[in-house]
């Protein structure tokens, strides 16, 4: 009988392949996993550690301001130590190096989890670090942060006399139409993103740079853009904070009359906050607000009607940037708005989310800068004597986070 050999299933070539693959790929997956993990345990705690550093110089830089070093560097190291940092190994505190200068640093361990496996050691030193400027050079006289090329950024509209002491910077759309009747005088520079501004007047007088309608190589920034919500609401007194609504009396504490001029009220010092809206206006026809800041995070309104005597609003000492009113509100009316008569602000207004509207029919004065998403200046009766200097008045108590 004859037997018939069966034949064997044939070896596909490629058989066993993926073993090889695996194996070739598997120290990259690891690799890849060290990077995803390991990284993103890093990150996550430099986070921690800036914030730390952040704390610690705003609490600090007040005493800065007031030429105390020692009580700074005590102020910053509690800060730090109430976190967990203590000793120089995790924690250094520098207020002495640089004049006006404090400087906070610290410091963590990481561990590699998966990093090590290539040689990476077990552990990893991480470090965030503040440091925070008394400082006497001012920011802008008017920076408006947003908008872009197709829509108006900052608009300057009427027929009073005003005066600008110093740059003008949009990042986006700008348009100038006063100084027709009375002259308008820019001491500093003016420029955009989108070129030269769109200017309808014809009575302008331009004592320094002048409009340059070379486009910068990159947006113009925020000076202010240290100087958060929650920063600035460290610095809330009076019982006040950005989580409760607070909105002034009509009449009795904080508030105070004067015995002449009559009419005009007077405001406690402090730094007032509101998780709402809130407006300055005071019981009577004006009022006196010094050492005062208005910080919300809704909607901020100025405004008096004492046109003879005026009102005067100086931030409160210490708050960074000089910081006389901040409004936390994005688009849909104005963030903040400054209607008064004859009104006065030693300090610098900022709404870094909306629109800051600055108009009246007679003067105002701001000695700050105007910082906002979108600018509207509207001097509206020809008699009016407005003027912007960011250098007037409050840089003597300013200071500024530079990382």
Not at 28 to 37: E, K, M, R, T
Not at 152 to 167: M, V, W
Not at 266 to 292: E, H
Not at 295 to 307: E, L, Q, R
Request: hydrophobic fraction near 40%; aromatic fraction near 8%.
């Amino acid at each position: 009988m004859k037997q018939t050999r069966r034949s064997l299933p044939r070896r596909h070539p490629e058989q066993g392949t993926i073993l090889i693959l695996s194996a070739f790929f598997l120290p990259i997956l690891f690799a890849f996993a060290a990077f995803a993990v390991d990284m993103g345990y890093r990150y996550t705690k430099s986070r921690m550690l800036q914030a730390v550093a952040d704390s610690a110089v705003t609490v600090g830089m007040p005493s800065m301001v007031a030429h105390d070093t020692n009580a700074a560097a005590t102020l910053a190291t509690k800060m730090a130590n109430a976190n967990g940092y203590v000793g120089s190994t995790y924690l250094n505190v520098d207020s002495t190096a640089t004049t006006g200068q404090l400087k906070v640093t610290v410091y963590a361990t990481a561990p590699n989890f998966f990093a090590s496996i290539f040689g990476g050691g077990s552990t990893r030193t991480l470090a965030g670090t503040a440091i925070g400027k008394v400082t006497s050079i001012p920011a802008p006289a008017m920076v408006a942060l947003g908008g872009g090329c197709g829509t108006a950024s900052l608009a300057l509209s009427g027929e009073g006399h005003l005066t600008i002491d110093g740059d003008i910077e949009s990042n986006g759309l700008m348009t100038i139409s006063t100084g027709n009747i009375n002259p308008q005088t820019d001491s500093g520079m003016i420029q955009t993103m989108c070129g030269a501004p769109t200017v309808w007047s014809s009575n302008i007088v331009y004592t320094g740079t002048g409009i340059n309608p070379t486009i910068p190589a990159s947006p113009f920034s925020d000076p202010f853009a240290a100087d958060t919500a929650a920063v600035l609401g460290t610095y809330c007194t009076g019982g006040t904070s950005l989580t409760t609504a607070y909105s002034f009396p009509g009449s009795g504490s904080p508030w105070s009359a004067t015995a002449s001029p009559a009419g005009i009220y007077t405001l406690a010092a402090g730094v007032y906050c509101s998780s709402g809206d809130i407006s300055l206006s005071g019981p009577g026809n004006g009022f006196i607000a010094n050492g005062v800041t208005i910080i919300s995070m809704g909607h901020v309104n100025v405004g008096a009607d004492n046109i003879a005597n005026g009102s005067v609003l100086t931030a409160a000492a210490g708050v960074p940037g000089g910081i006389a009113v901040y409004a936390a509100a994005g688009p849909g009316g104005p963030a903040i708005n400054l209607g008064s008569n004859n009104l006065t602000v030693n300090g610098s207004v900022y709404a870094p989310n909306g629109l800051a509207n600055l108009s009246g029919e007679t003067g105002m004065k701001l000695f700050g800068s105007v910082v906002a998403q979108t600018l509207a200046i509207g001097i509206g009766d020809t008699s009016a004597d407005w003027t912007f200097d960011p250098g007037g008045g409050t840089t003597s108590t300013t200071w500024r986070m530079y990382q």
